[in-house]
Structure formats: structure tokens, C-alpha cells
T-cell receptor
Framework: KNQVEQSPQSLIILEGKNCTLQCNYTVSPFSNLRWYKQDTGRGPVSLTIMTFSENTKSNGRYTATLDADTKQSSLHITASQLSDSASYICVVRGDNYGQNFVFGPGTRLSVLP | SAVISQKPSRDICQRGTSLTIQCQVDSQVTMMFWYRQQPGQSLTLIATANQGSEATYESGFVIDKFPISRPNLTFSTLTVSNMSPEDSSIYLC?????????????FGPGTRLLVL
């Protein structure tokens, strides 16, 4: 069964600190992996998307890594800001035409002043 | 990118009634989806809205409870029928294009529903 797991479930850090969120998946065959940020009460917004051949992709203070062999991804947030407080969702898409997206449960990040 | 709007943004409804949620996209898109997000949970796919034909429902969701329309490539509706408090949730419309597997999936702002 295609699944996406994320850890930790929730995380609290101080403003200015770095953190790393983890995503493990069993989706096969694999097409791409995305990280979304979802602010409370809003729809998810895409941060990064990576295909099989990409190992790292950055978007400002967000850096995503992908190891397609071990089926693991991480999202690293540098110099956290209060506005980074949100849920971060890992989504994996399989490589079958029209295959829908498999969502992880999300990691709830709280950045405190 | 695609800009998605949903109406209503929120509503409070009585049990046994029905609510229709509208999703409007600012450009033609191939794929439209409806998701549910219950409090503290991640997104669960309800169905894929197909233009001009019946929607494709995921396991646990049926057309009688969640009828969906998609008359064209920019608009879709989701109806939550005969509502109960368990239907209290955020309902999100999402779109993507089938042209390339690398396309991004865009989400609307969501409709927050509370059933009393």
C-alpha cells in the first residue's frame, strides 16, 4: 500500500533556530515528491517539488533533500521565523499516468519568540 | 500558477441539511480534486471531479453523500448532503494539470464547515 509517513508529529523551536522535518514513503513507482506549507485556516502552498533525479532543492530558507533509494526526504528550515509556524505536509506522486497524490499526516511546527 | 477561490469560506449548518461548495479557478485545468481535512488531521481525498462525467470517488466516499459537478474546466461544486456533526471539517478544492507529472497541485483556501 502506498503510504507517506512524517516525523516528528509536532515540533517546537525558538525563533532563529534551524530544524529538519522527515518524510518516508513507500509509493512506487515514484514520480515526484513535494513539500507543502499549510498555515492554520488556509489551503496548502507548495514549497518544493523534486523528481527522482534531484537530490536537493532550495526555496529561500527552505531546503529539501531526497534519497530515492531509501525513499526518504527531509525539509530543512534555516533561521526560523515566527511566520514559519505552520503544518508541513509531504506529498508523493506515483509514476502512473493520472495517479493521484499520497499525503503524509504533516508535521506541526511552532516557532516561539 | 492557478488561483482558486471557494465559496462559502465558512458556514454553520444544521444537521440533516445540505451545503454546496463552489470552486472557481482562474484558468482551465485538467484535474480537479476535492479533499476533506478534519481538525488536526492531514488531507483526505474525497473524489476527482471529471468534466462532463461522474466523479471518481475514493474508498469510503459515495456520490449520494458527496455529489460533485464539473460542468467545465474552471468550475466544480461539492455538495455535502444530509449533514451530521461528523461532517464538520475543512473542505478543499485542488487543481493540477495532467500535461506533465512534475506539475504542482494548487489548493484553494478551503471551506470551513461546522454542523450542529
Amino acid at each position: 500500500k502506498n503510504q507517506v509517513e512524517q516525523s516528528p508529529q509536532s515540533l517546537i523551536i525558538l525563533e532563529g533556530k534551524n530544524c529538519t522535518l522527515q518524510c518516508n514513503y513507500t509509493v512506487s513507482p515514484f514520480s515526484n515528491l513535494r513539500w507543502y506549507k499549510q498555515d492554520t485556516g488556509r489551503g496548502p502552498v507548495s514549497l518544493t517539488i523534486m523528481t527522482f533525479s534531484e537530490n536537493t532543492k532550495s526555496n529561500g530558507r527552505y531546503t529539501a533533500t531526497l534519497d530515492a533509494d531509501t525513499k526518504q526526504s527531509s525539509l530543512h528550515i534555516t533561521a526560523s521565523q515566527l511566520s514559519d509556524s505552520a503544518s508541513y505536509i509531504c506529498v508523493v506522486r506515483g509514476d502512473n499516468y493520472g495517479q493521484n497524490f499520497v499525503f503524509g499526516p504533516g508535521t506541526r511546527l511552532s516557532v516561539l519568540p | 500558477s492557478a488561483v482558486i477561490s471557494q465559496k462559502p469560506s465558512r458556514d454553520i449548518c444544521q444537521r440533516g441539511t445540505s451545503l454546496t461548495i463552489q470552486c472557481q479557478v482562474d484558468s482551465q485545468v485538467t484535474m480537479m480534486f476535492w479533499y476533506r481535512q478534519q481538525p488536526g488531521q492531514s488531507l483526505t481525498l474525497i473524489a476527482t471531479a471529471n468534466q462532463g462525467s461522474e466523479a471518481t470517488y475514493e474508498s469510503g466516499f459515495v456520490i449520494d453523500k458527496f455529489p460533485i459537478s464539473r460542468p467545465n474546466l474552471t468550475f466544480s461544486t461539492l455538495t455535502v448532503s444530509n449533514m451530521s456533526p461528523e461532517d464538520s471539517s475543512i473542505y478543499l478544492c485542488s487543481v493540477a494539470n495532467r500535461l506533465a507529472l512534475q506539475e504542482t497541485q494548487y489548493f484553494g483556501p478551503g471551506t470551513r464547515l461546522l454542523v450542529l
